[in-house]
């Protein structure tokens, strides 16, 4: 409950400030539920690569994927909002061979993603947005 309520706040603050409070490497992703149909809204880190966004499927570290992840999987066009610019996309789980020279590019500008990685057993995805 404390969590989606922060959750809430944390969308609202970033939507209603063009980004300004909620991070610089933040953006928001908008997915279709799988199961409800109804947008869901996360904010998720970041990095570019050309003209896509990488997201990480981390869950912080859990032994499951984060629900958006499904979401995408099962309906992968998606909306990116990056500070005050909202972007139709289509997204795709990287393939293995580009998910480490990405991952490298993850880890570097966030070295706390190596923890999650190191917490699971699982091979963390990473997902290309490409825009329309």
Known sequence: MIFKLAMSIHIALYRLTGGRLGGKQIVLLT???????????????????GASYIVIASAG?????????????????????????????????????????LWQQVVAASPGFAGYESKTSRIIPLVRITPN
């Open 61 to 101: 570290g859990s032994d499951t994927n984060p629900a958006w992840y499904g979401n995408l999987v099962a309906n992968p066009s998606v909306t990116v909002e990056d500070h005050g610019r909202t972007l139709a996309g289509q997204a795709s789980t990287v393939p293995p061979d580009e998910r480490a020279r």
């Open 31 to 49: 997915t279709i539920g799988k199961k409800t149909g109804q947008r869901r809204t996360k904010p998720l880190f970041h990095i570019k690569d």
